[in-house]
């Protein structure tokens, strides 16, 4: 819990901290409820200050950009809720096709600044609607490309607010996972490495992708992206729709009917809708198909 002491220290500090905060409007599942209060740090000054008083002071506290792989608990969190989503996060580019990028910055952002300077390698994340930092947390990948492909380094605040930096080798990169989901340490920021090509190709793969997307994916729905990991020798979104559950509901949750891998937000649906929902796909997968789906949404 949060006491008047924390939210005291808190006003002192170069950040937004809004109370009570619905954290609904902080996810694309828009489900949850609220967080004690929500943090929005202006800087990394004051970003190492708040986790330093998170831990003087023993304050639960948990760390999100765009929240687009996160699903809330409808009691919320009772702590605090650190927000990184920062649309004003500076990219730099450096030599040799080095791009340097803070974690609050949308990969869609960091995607049209590659396309600007054309540079290659990030065309695959072109439509993931998270941050930065949510990728190289959980090495987001999609169409054959990977988080892991192209960087070359990760920056991070330690939880008494001292900053590291990891190499690609010392992250501990592999499908859907990084070091960084073994501990509580904050990315602040990334490194990548991308190859100068011809910009209309890259504008073109980068269409394609999106195009694709659309055809295929729930994007008229909330959700939290594809619900399950992929498993070995298969994909969740077949063996789904091959156990006949596209548009199975409970509640205001549902498989998408478009895409059997996306559970959405169909009408008003609760955390406890989703996980029930997820539960009873879990079931009927194994039971008739003989695999575990492991879910890839983080709950929170």
């Known amino acids: 819990m949060v006491d008047t002491f924390f939210l005291r220290a808190l006003s002192g500090m170069n ?3 809004i109370p009570a905060a619905p954290l609904s409007r902080f996810t694309t599942f828009h489900i949850g409820g ?3 209060v929500l943090i929005k740090p202006h800087n990394t000054a004051a970003l190492a ?4 008083l998170c831990r003087e002071t023993q304050t639960p506290r948990v760390i999100i950009g765009k929240g687009s792989n996160l699903l809330v608990s409808d009691r919320g969190f009772a702590g605090a809720v650190i927000c990184l ?3 004003y996060g500076e990219i730099r580019l450096l030599e040799n096709g080095l791009v340097e990028c803070d974690a609050g910055v949308t ?3 960091l995607c049209h600044f590659a396309l600007e300077h054309s540079l290659s390698g990030l065309e695959f994340a072109y439509g993931i609607p998270g941050s930065v930092g949510g990728a190289v947390y959980m090495n987001a990948g999609a ?3 990977e988080i892991k492909d192209i960087i070359v380094s990760a920056c991070h605040l330690d939880q008494v607010g001292e900053k590291h930096t990891l190499l690609k080798d010392q992250l501990a990169l592999s499908y859907r996972h990084s070091i960084y989901a073994e501990g509580e340490d904050c990315i602040i920021s990334a490194c990548f490495a991308l190859t100068p090509s011809n910009q209309e190709e890259i504008r073109s793969r980068m269409d394609d992708y999106m195009r694709r997307r659309k055809e295929k994916q729930p994007l008229e729905y909330p959700s939290a992206g594809s619900t399950f990991k992929r498993p070995a020798g298969n994909y969740a979104s077949a063996l789904i729709d091959q156990c006949g ?3 199975y509901r409970i509640g205001g949750a549902m498989v998408s009917e478009k895409h059997a891998g996306f559970v959405i937000n169909y009408d008003n649906a609760t955390c406890d809708d989703v996980v029930q929902l997820i539960a009873y796909i879990q079931k009927v997968v194994k039971e008739q198909t003989g695999y575990e789906l492991s ?3 983080k709950m929170l």
């Open 15 to 17: 950040c937004d901290a």
């Open 34 to 36: 609220p967080a004690d």
């Open 49 to 52: 200050q708040i986790l330093r």
């Open 85 to 87: 989503d920062n649309q």
């Open 107 to 109: 990969l869609m952002r």
């Open 143 to 145: 169409y054959g490309g």
């Open 245 to 247: 559950l596209k548009g």
């Open 295 to 297: 879910c890839e949404v």
